[in-house]
């Protein structure tokens, strides 16, 4: 199945919902990172809810930013996705393992511990948009929920799943969100939170072969669900040599020589994809 997200209102417009399934996305960062299942499960949640978070930016180069930085063992989690869902991440530390919590589940929680959770819109303003809250529980999906109820006052349910298999391959990888728009009643958030609570996990809807639309379709059909539109979402870095040169540009022509003459070149890698650029003495000396 490929990755794809699935935009749609209900309640006549008071109930916004999108779902995803990011099972490829997923697998891809455990690939590229050499990601343990904790360390998957971990990122996955985030990257997910980046990518459902992107399908509401307006402009077409903006980008969306979700760091997570915590006192657990897997260090943080950063995760950037433009405006069509292009996403990709790295956790600090992505050989984490702990034991399996209570549920039997990734103990997710505690590889994060206790910490803050940013989430940066690049809007192409002269500032970006900067949303600050603390960790309330380190499960990722709680704390998306605690973002938006606490820094842009939307009441939102959030659910984010990662499932990997025997070989510890990811076999699934989705999730959805739920908001409240103006004009919701009491009627309405009550018939919402009796849903999320009675319904299989979103794993295992997707291992069932539920598609983002029949989840949708399961939580909100009995309140005129209406789907607006589908877009695909893929693990994609836009990394660059020119970049990079930026990168190195921006420390300053002091500090360039002091490279030159102490490494006589430089490497740099990209945290996101783990591709190396290489710059000689002659490549940082034409940079000055």
Same mark, same amino acid.
């Given at each position: 199945?490929?990755?794809?997200?699935?935009?749609?209102?209900?309640?006549?417009?008071?109930?916004?919902?999108?779902?995803?399934?990011?099972?490829?996305?997923?697998?891809?960062?455990?690939?590229?990172?050499?990601?343990?299942?904790?360390?998957?499960?971990?990122?996955?949640?985030?990257?997910?809810?980046?990518?459902?978070?992107?399908?509401?930016?307006?402009?077409?180069?903006?980008?969306?930013?979700?760091?997570?930085?915590?006192?657990?063992?897997?260090?943080?989690?950063?995760?950037?996705?433009?405006?069509?869902?292009?996403?990709?991440?790295?956790?600090?530390?992505?050989?984490?393992?702990?034991?399996?919590?209570?549920?039997?589940?990734?103990?997710?929680?505690?590889?994060?511990?206790?910490?803050?959770?940013?989430?940066?819109?690049?809007?192409?303003?002269?500032?970006?948009?900067?949303?600050?809250?603390? @960790?309330?529980? *380190?499960?990722?999906? &709680?704390? #998306?929920?605690?973002?938006?109820?606490?820094?842009?006052? =939307? +009441?939102? $349910? /959030?659910?984010?799943?990662?499932?990997?298999?025997?070989?510890?391959?990811?076999?699934?990888?989705?999730?959805?969100?739920?908001? @409240?728009?103006? *004009?919701?009643?009491? &009627?309405? #958030?009550?018939?919402?939170?009796?849903?999320?609570?009675? =319904? +299989?996990? $979103? /794993?295992?809807?997707?291992?069932?072969?539920?598609?983002?639309?029949?989840?949708?379709?399961?939580?909100?059909?009995?309140?005129? @669900?209406?789907?607006?539109?589908?877009?695909?979402?893929?693990?994609?870095?836009?990394?660059?040599?020119?970049?990079?040169?930026?990168?190195?540009?921006?420390?300053?022509?002091?500090?360039?020589?002091?490279?030159?003459?102490?490494?006589?070149?430089?490497?740099?890698?990209?945290?996101?994809?783990?591709?190396?650029?290489?710059?000689?003495?002659?490549?940082?000396?034409?940079?000055?």
């Amino acid at each position: 199945m490929e990755d794809y997200i699935v935009r749609a209102t209900a309640g006549n417009g008071t109930i916004r919902a999108i779902a995803a399934v990011t099972t490829n996305m997923v697998k891809e960062s455990q690939n590229t990172h050499g990601l343990s299942p904790l360390a998957t499960a971990a990122l996955g949640r985030t990257m997910t809810a980046a990518a459902i978070m992107s399908t509401m930016l307006k402009g077409e180069g903006d980008t969306i930013t979700v760091q997570i930085k915590g006192d657990g063992p897997i260090g943080g989690i950063v995760v950037v996705s433009d405006s069509q869902a292009n996403v990709k991440g790295y956790v600090h530390h992505p050989l984490v393992y702990l034991p399996l919590n209570s549920q039997g589940k990734f103990d997710v929680a505690g590889a994060v511990g206790k910490g803050y959770l940013n989430v940066i819109k690049d809007m192409g303003l002269k500032e970006p948009y900067i949303g600050y809250v603390d @960790l309330v529980s *380190g499960e990722i999906a &709680e704390d #998306i929920t605690y973002y938006y109820a606490f820094s842009e006052q =939307i +009441p939102t $349910v /959030t659910s984010l799943g990662v499932l990997t298999n025997a070989s510890e391959i990811v076999a699934s990888a989705g999730g959805f969100i739920l908001q @409240l728009m103006p *004009g919701a009643d009491e &009627e309405t #958030i009550a018939f919402i939170e009796n849903k999320v609570n009675s =319904i +299989p996990s $979103v /794993t295992g809807l997707l291992s069932e072969g539920k598609l983002p639309e029949d989840i949708l379709n399961i939580l909100l059909s009995e309140k005129d @669900l209406k789907i607006i539109d589908k877009k695909p979402c893929r693990y994609m870095c836009n990394c660059s040599r020119d970049r990079m040169e930026r990168s190195i540009i921006s420390l300053g022509k002091k500090e360039i020589l002091d490279i030159v003459n102490t490494d006589h070149g430089a490497e740099l890698q990209c945290h996101f994809c783990n591709k190396k650029y290489r710059f000689s003495e002659e490549d940082l000396l034409s940079l000055i």
